[in-house]
C-alpha cells in the first residue's frame, strides 16, 4: 500500500491531552498524473477524559494544482492533527490536570478531481466554519455529504492516538510551572497579574493546593 503522507516532523506527546502530528501530502501517491484536484479528509475527531467523550465530525479539503498540493509558506505542514498547539495551550492544559484520558483522530482520504460536481462544490466550502480545520475548505458532516463523497476511491491512512495520565502532582507541577515561566515574565505588572489569575483558574477551590503554592513559590523565585 502506498503511503499517501510524509510525517515531516516527530509526532509530538505531552503529559497531558496537548499532541500534534504533521503531514505533507504526496500528490503523485494519488494519481501519476495527478493535475487539478482536491485532497479531502473526513475526521472523526475523539477527545476522552475520564470516560466523557468529546466528538467532532468534519470534512477538510487541499488544492492541488499542476500536481503541487497548496501549504502557506508560515506552515510546518500542510496537515495538522493537534490538540493544545503548539504544545502550550492553557485550555487544554488546564482540562487535563488531575484526569486521564485520549485523543484520536481517525481519517478517510479522498481524491475528487477537477470537473465533478463535487470538486466546484469543495471550491465554495467556507475557511472559518470547522475550527478544527485551521484555515481550510472544510465543512462538518453530514449524511447527504458523505454519501456524495464517499462516491470517490478512498485511500488509507493511519489514525493517530494520544493517551495521557495528568495525575502525577510532580509531573503537573513541572508541566505548569514551565508554561507559567514561558508565558509570564515576573518582573511584568501585567504578567503577575496575569500568573496569578492563570494559577488560580488551573488550581480553583480545593484543587491540588500544595502543588499550586510549589509552582507560585517557584515561580516568584526564578
Not at 507541577?173 to 507559567?180: A, F, N, R, S
Request: contains cysteine.
Amino acid at each position: 500500500m502506498e503511503k499517501i503522507i510524509d510525517c515531516v516532523k516527530p509526532d509530538k506527546h505531552s503529559a497531558y491531552m496537548a499532541c500534534a502530528q504533521y503531514g505533507d501530502w504526496i500528490p503523485q501517491a494519488f494519481s501519476d498524473h495527478l493535475d487539478e484536484a482536491f485532497i479531502v479528509q473526513e475526521i472523526y475527531l475523539e477527545i476522552e477524559i475520564d470516560g466523557i467523550s468529546e466528538i467532532s465530525h468534519y470534512y477538510e479539503a487541499w488544492n492541488v494544482k499542476n500536481g503541487v498540493c497548496e501549504k502557506d509558506s508560515d506552515q510546518d505542514s500542510q496537515d495538522l492533527f493537534c490538540i493544545g498547539h503548539p504544545m502550550d495551550d492553557r485550555d487544554a492544559l488546564k482540562k487535563s490536570i488531575g484526569h486521564r484520558g485520549s485523543v484520536t483522530f481517525t481519517p478517510k482520504v479522498f481524491l475528487v478531481k477537477e470537473g465533478s460536481s463535487l470538486y466546484y462544490e469543495i471550491q465554495f466550502w467556507p475557511t472559518n466554519i470547522v475550527r478544527e480545520a485551521n484555515g481550510l475548505r472544510s465543512c462538518y458532516y453530514t449524511d447527504e455529504l458523505a454519501k456524495k463523497v464517499n462516491g470517490y476511491q478512498e485511500f488509507f491512512r493511519e489514525p493517530f492516538k494520544h493517551k495521557w495520565e495528568f495525575k502525577d502532582p510532580d509531573i503537573i507541577y513541572e508541566v505548569v510551572l514551565d508554561y507559567c515561566r514561558k508565558m509570564f515574565h515576573r518582573d511584568s505588572d501585567i504578567d503577575r497579574i496575569n500568573f496569578y489569575m492563570t494559577i488560580d483558574d488551573f488550581f480553583s477551590k480545593d484543587v491540588f493546593p500544595e502543588i499550586k503554592q510549589r509552582v507560585v513559590d517557584a515561580w516568584e523565585s526564578q
